[in-house]
Each structure stands twice: as structure tokens, then as C-alpha cells.
């Protein structure tokens, strides 16, 4: 009886964990680092534009990538959602505030007032998304809403008719996602820099 039970469990402590070690060894070799050296080395060859950050390229030089927003100062540009990341890529984060939070609540309400005045419109014509702020705090896009809303102040900072800004709306707004997923969005990077192009 004791010969059969050493049959059925000849295994020691010691082989156990060189098994152990060895199948930790070979899963952190094939799922660590070549399956990621193959999936990145093949998306680069088949996307090498989105595999590498999706950087928009002005005149030689690294301007922007348009999956990351920035803040835009001057009244001639479109302006992106607000940032708690304060539109940093390595900090992206929202506020996690709750829609009951009293400072969320007071926050959107200033915030509101101001974009009301800086676009010359109603309160109550301001769009949500211009509001609040993405749980990444760096979300590119903005409503066509958002952006035709913001037509007539761009248009006048740059003294130039409202048709050609709101065409530039127009050509730059992204369907829903194989026509059903999401709203249609506009890419503010990509806007503004639109804008530029054609001084």
C-alpha cells in the first residue's frame, strides 16, 4: 500500500516549483513579450499612421496627434471639452465628480455662463458636451453642436463668412462608426488646423 501511494505521488516540492517556474517563464516569454513584439511589429507595418500615435505632421514638424486634445486660447479657434487632465496624456483622468456632486453642479453652471458669453448665444443653447469633461480628460472630438455653435465667433476672429467656417464644420464632422455606432463628432485638432491651412 505505501509503494502504491509513492507510485501515484512521486512528484517532490523541488519539481513542483521548477514547473512552476519554468511554465511562468514560458508564459511571460510568449504573452509578455513576443506576442507584443509580433502584434506591434505588425500593426506597424499595416498601420504605421496609427501605431504610431496618429501625429499629425505640419511643414516637417510633429504638431499634434489628433487622438489628443489642447487647449486653444485664442478666440479663433474652436474649443475642445473641458480637460481635469488639463489635456496632459500622461495624467488623463476625469473629475469623477457625481452628477449630484455641489461642485460639479457649480462648475458647470459658471462654466456655462462663460461659454454663453464667449460665443454671444443663449445659456440654454450651450452644448453638454462642451461641459463636461471626457473620463480621459484628453477626448478629441466635440459635437457638430458643439462646434457649429462655436461658427459665428471663430468666423468673426478671423473675419471670415460664416458659410466657408461653418463648410470647414461641415467637411471636418465624422459619421457614427460603421453608420451606427456614436454621434457624428467633430475632431477639434484636426478643425483648427484645418482653419490654418487655408490663410
Known sequence: MD???QQDFPVGTAALWRAAIALMAITL???????????????GALFPYHANGSIIIRDGKAVASELVAQPFAAPGYFQPRPSAAKYDP???AGSNLARTN???RK??????????RRDGIAVAQVADDLLTQSGSG??????????MQQVARVARARGLPEAEVRHLVEAGTAQPQFGIF??????????????????
Do not use: H, K
Not at 29 to 43: P, R
Open 29 to 43: 516569454g510568449l504573452f509578455g513579450f513576443a506576442y507584443s513584439l509580433l502584434s506591434a511589429g505588425i500593426d
Open 182 to 199: 456614436g454621434p457624428a463628432r467633430v475632431n477639434v485638432v484636426r478643425l483648427n488646423l484645418a482653419l490654418d491651412a487655408r490663410r
Open 3 to 5: 509503494i502504491a501511494r
Open 102 to 104: 455641489p461642485d460639479l
Open 138 to 147: 484628453v477626448d478629441p472630438d466635440i459635437s457638430v453642436q458643439a462646434a
Open 90 to 92: 500622461m495624467s488623463a
Open 107 to 116: 462648475r458647470v453652471e459658471a462654466l456655462r455662463g462663460e461659454i454663453a
